[in-house]
């Protein structure tokens, strides 16, 4: 099944080859099952070159709806005239990296309980002396550290950092976002006796116990 | 040295006024010269649970924009001699009081008063924003309940960033019998989110209806649990250290003590 379709990176995008003899209807539930499983190749924006001869027209346009829809571009012609300089855009989007990299490294300290109402919106990291409140906001572009109880909202990489991470003493938020994930407080509360770390694995919001 | 104190909740209906009304008869039976400001304009009540309506002859509106002196608005109570109201209109609303109005007063109404307790609207507008302007001191009134003390919770906030530091806690309507059941929020989970100093635990308390209905405050009744609660509140304004009301035995000890003609 997974050799129905291959795919190869190149510089600009990712080149499919797809065995002989597969029918289209295969090809086609594979590549949406691929596409569905999010496992990194297909970022928005890729462009995914097919070979040209390969599909019927109306089953090239079936395909670049599919990729479409994925937020990929699609292409039967290896070369894109109308891409932008890519020299100089990887190098303003790596800086551009490296900028918010340095950025989510700061970190801003608050001495003092926020409470419900008050919102604490940092483009960097955070580190609270005090509580969480219910009700309070706390969005950080980096990691978020209670040193206290969370009951709040916190958003933990705000511009996307999967990496970023919310830790506190009691890790108890009615709802936690890190990056675009989001995780929201079970109705029946559970008590809290240790300090947790909250992140991302496997495109999941976990809990796990740290000792501090 | 005399004090100027707020009493604020946020939400509506946990007691601010009973509490004021109260703790104004309470400073005022120790003998200390007090004025409460009630600045809930348009829908005043502290004079009613005082009995002073039909005493009222100007308010603060008319204070504030010069009318008057402030001493002609001030309506003495008819028991407690040292204890003055400054009742507020019942026909402007919150936008008739500026908080510079009500800071200017105070300052001239400190020479003449011990203590100065001003009854603050529910709500976090400009009527909160002028009721806590002159205060030294803000006491949060809250009740055990998710909301009053979330609202408690952002009040506390918002007295931050007035830079009011001096906040302290009374919960009101605690009922002994649904704490011990696990109905009702405790004093430590309260304490948990608010995390403030408190001043008072006071027992929900049948008698307090009947004290608001014919105007004389529950403190002045001398067997009720409500009135004992504010007492010991009025005793710790004034600086002594008083144990809190242990409600959860009184329920089944106090039921005790009367049988066997004790009490």
């Known amino acids: ?212 | 040295m005399s004090q100027v104190l707020v009493i604020t909740s946020g939400k509506g209906g946990v007691g601010k006024t009973t509490t004021t009304a109260n703790i104004g008869v309470g400073l005022a039976m120790r003998g200390n010269k007090v004025a409460l400001i009630d600045t809930d304009t348009g829908l005043r009540n502290l004079d009613l649970l005082l009995g002073l309506e039909n005493r009222i002859l100007y308010d603060l509106v008319d204070v504030t924009s010069g009318r008057v002196q402030y001493k002609k608005a001030l309506v003495r109570h008819k028991k407690y001699e040292n204890l003055y109201l400054l009742p507020t209109s019942q026909i402007k609303d919150k936008s008739a009081v500026t908080p510079e109005q009500l800071v200017k007063l105070c300052e001239e109404m400190k020479k003449e008063f011990d203590f100065i307790i001003i009854d603050c609207p529910a709500g976090i507008e400009q009527g909160f924003q002028t009721a806590i302007a002159p205060a030294e001191t803000a006491l949060i009134v809250t009740t055990p309940e998710i909301s009053a003390v979330r609202d408690g919770d952002k009040i506390i906030g918002e007295l931050g960033r007035a830079e009011k530091e001096d906040v302290k806690l009374i919960v009101n309507r605690i009922r002994p019998q649904m704490v011990e059941k696990g109905d009702m929020l405790d004093m430590s989970d309260i304490d948990e989110i608010l995390s403030i100093a408190c001043i008072g635990q006071v027992p929900d308390d049948e008698n307090v209806v009947v004290a608001t209905n014919r105007g004389e405050p529950v403190i002045t009744m001398s067997d009720s649990m409500a009135g004992q609660a504010y007492k010991n509140i009025v005793a710790r304004l004034c600086g002594e250290s008083v144990p809190f009301l242990k409600p959860q035995k009184e329920g089944f000890f106090a039921r005790l003590k009367k049988l066997f003609g004790l009490m």
């Not at chain 1, 129905?4 to 949406?32: H, M, P, R, W």
């Not at chain 1, 958003?155 to 890790?171: C, E, I, N, P, Y």
């Open chain 1, 1 to 212: 099944m997974n050799d129905i379709v291959t795919i190869k990176g190149l510089k600009y995008g990712l080149q499919l080859t797809f065995a002989k003899g597969a029918s289209f209807e295969d090809i086609q539930a594979n590549l949406l099952e691929k596409l569905e499983s999010g496992n990194g190749f297909f970022l928005r924006g890729t462009t995914v070159f097919v070979p040209k001869d390969h599909f019927a027209e109306e089953q090239n346009e079936i395909l670049r709806r599919m990729f479409h829809r994925h937020g990929m571009l699609f292409s039967t012609e290896l070369k894109r005239p109308n891409l932008a300089p890519p020299q100089r855009d990887e190098k303003s989007s790596a800086k551009k990296f490296r900028e918010s990299v340095e950025e989510a490294q700061k970190m801003m300290v608050i001495n003092r309980t926020v409470r419900g109402g008050q919102e604490v919106k940092v483009n960097c990291s955070v580190l609270i002396c005090g509580n969480v409140n219910p009700g309070a906001q706390i969005i950080a572009g980096g990691s978020i550290d209670v040193r206290g109880t969370c009951r709040g909202f916190v958003h933990a990489g705000a511009f996307g950092d999967k990496t970023a991470f919310v830790v506190a003493d009691r890790l108890m938020p009615s709802q936690i976002r890190i990056a675009d994930i989001i995780a929201r407080a079970p109705d029946e509360p559970e008590q809290v006796s240790q300090a947790e770390r909250a992140m991302i694995r496997d495109n999941m919001i976990i809990f796990e116990p740290v000792a501090r």
